[in-house]
């Protein structure tokens, strides 16, 4: 006779809950998973994939320019918001759809509630009032958009302003927006609402937007953001915030005044952990409210585990998915396998894309590496009849004793579709000889990065 209602019960429907559950499933454990918005989670819903189809329709308004120098007339092109909202809508329940059912066919339970706990082996369901029990659980709650910089400062009027939750709902496309913050959301929506046609600020409290990455991208992407057209504004932030009629009123530490339709916030993401009880399963929290793992996504408590966002790890979906699998073959297949958190490729998707993976060059100088740096920029072929000065970058970070690539970064058309494949040789450890020893494939962007054949320049730690 078994203890428990469950072998697994998983907290969250999102990216990690969802494979955590499907696999746990297939060993021929009981598992639930408990979902208390859609399944599908953040990736699903309102993240990766709705914000993919917003860049693709925000991409059509410079094609068309583009299409201009090789013949095209498209006459007056017109772009209706509503429609591009309801199609998304669409095929996002469409997606929602086909998680349940994979879900379902695996073998497990969903129950659509909300789920907290109780005691160390208990969940209370809070819609239905109803208790379970489970022998393992795994938090997979996710985490939200925050309105608060840093851990106290509240900004003034926040409560006026949408994150990338509301942006993909808005009855309307705003002519004017502002967006704060300098990470990959807010540059990603800010190209989004330019290419659409919407007047756009970006405002960012640091000396230059994606702290992270390489500093080649981060100057290419500022310098191609005002050559659009948008408004970068560096080393500001809000002293004041407020409604005047139908429209938003902001004022910025250095004087600035901007009148807009709509605010959007993306100055961080906060752990999904509040009203959890963690404490009563004796669950340790951090500093930010994530859950505290070790190696193997183990909580403070041994049977309750915890993988994706909510960990505050690396907030990719590809990672909260391999991070469930790792937790499968830990707690169901008797495997203790830990995330491999190396060379994880990641991209912004502006227009046109940033892409990198492996180490940036401040990074590799950092970690005490003698570097050799290859870099080219260039106009890229569909540019030369398109008309527009649009330039590609790529760079190659080469450790200077064993010609190992330590990175590649690339701005640039296509640059995520290209790094996807570049992480792939940089996970087999491949040096710049192997590189240059492939064939390039002609013509393209890409070919770039094995033709490259002269050092740009060299850097000791
Ligand atoms: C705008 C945006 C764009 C993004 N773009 C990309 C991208 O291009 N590429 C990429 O790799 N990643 C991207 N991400 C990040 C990616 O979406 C997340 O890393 C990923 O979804 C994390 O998966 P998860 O399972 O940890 O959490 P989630 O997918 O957030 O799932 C958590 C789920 O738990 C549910 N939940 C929370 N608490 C409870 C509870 N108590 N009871 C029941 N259910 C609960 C929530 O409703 C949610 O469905 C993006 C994120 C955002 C916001």
Redesign the pocket.
């Known amino acids: 006779m078994t203890l428990y209602d469950y072998d697994l019960f998983v907290?969250?429907?999102?990216?990690?809950?969802?494979?955590a559950s499907r696999m746990a499933a297939a060993t021929g454990a009981r598992v639930a998973l408990?979902?208390?918005?859609?399944?599908?989670?953040?990736?699903?819903?309102?993240?990766?994939?709705?914000?993919?189809l917003l860049v693709y329709a925000s991409q059509f308004s410079e094609n068309m320019k583009d299409a201009a120098g090789y013949g095209w007339d498209f006459g007056d092109a017109k772009f209706d918001w509503p429609t591009l909202i309801a199609n998304k809508d669409k095929e996002i329940a469409r997606l929602e759809g086909l998680y349940t059912k994979n879900v379902l066919a695996a073998g497990a339970t969903i129950?659509q509630?909300?789920?907290?706990f109780e005691d160390p082996h208990t969940l209370r369901l809070?819609n239905s009032g109803k208790t379970v029990t489970a022998e393992k659980i795994l938090i997979?709650?996710?985490?939200?958009?925050t309105r608060e910089m840093g851990t106290s400062h509240v900004i003034p009027g926040g409560n006026l302003c949408i994150t990338?939750?509301e942006?993909?709902h808005l009855k309307q496309l705003p002519k004017r927006i502002l967006i704060a913050g300098g990470g990959?959301?807010a540059l990603?929506?800010a190209h989004i609402f330019h290419g659409l046609g919407a007047h756009v600020s970006l405002i960012y409290r640091g000396q230059k937007p994606l702290r992270g990455f390489d500093d080649d991208l981060r100057d290419a992407v500022c310098d191609s953001m005002q050559a659009r057209g948008l408004e970068v504004l560096l080393g500001s932030e809000f002293t004041k915030l407020e409604k005047r009629g139908d429209r938003l009123h902001a004022e910025t530490n250095k004087g600035g005044m901007i009148d807009c339709d709509q605010i959007m916030l993306?100055i961080g993401?906060m752990p999904?952990t509040m009203?959890?009880h963690v404490e009563k399963a004796g669950v340790e929290l951090g500093m930010r409210g994530e859950v505290k793992v070790d190696d193997y996504s183990r909580t403070s408590a041994a049977h309750i585990y915890a993988?994706?966002?909510?960990?505050d790890r690396?907030?990719?979906?590809?990672?909260?998915?391999h991070?469930?699998m790792c937790f499968v073959e830990t707690a169901f297949k008797d495997n203790p396998t830990k995330p491999d958190y190396l060379n994880i490729p990641?991209?912004v998707?502006s227009t046109p894309e940033i892409a990198t993976v492996g180490l940036s060059e401040e990074k590799a100088r950092l970690r005490g590496h003698n570097i050799d740096v290859y870099k080219s920029s260039f106009r890229p072929l569909l540019h030369t009849l398109g008309g527009r000065e649009v330039r590609t970058m790529m760079k190659l970070v080469v450790d200077a004793a064993t010609d190992k690539v330590l990175g590649c970064h690339i701005f640039g058309d296509h640059a995520a579709e290209i790094i996807q494949i570049v992480a792939v040789a940089l996970k087999m450890r491949a040096t710049k000889k192997d590189f240059d020893s492939t064939m390039a494939l002609h013509p393209t962007a890409a070919e770039e990065l094995v033709t490259m054949r002269q050092k740009s320049y060299s850097k000791t730690p």
């Open positions: 907290i969250g429907g999102g990216s990690g809950g969802v494979r408990a979902e208390e918005y859609r399944m599908g989670g953040t990736c699903v819903i309102r993240g990766c994939i709705p914000k993919k129950i509630d909300r789920a907290v809070l997979a709650t996710g985490n939200h958009p990338s939750d942006a993909f990959y959301i990603e929506f993306a993401r999904n009203a959890l993988v994706g966002d909510v960990t690396v907030q990719l979906t590809p990672v909260a998915i991070e469930a990641s991209a998707f």
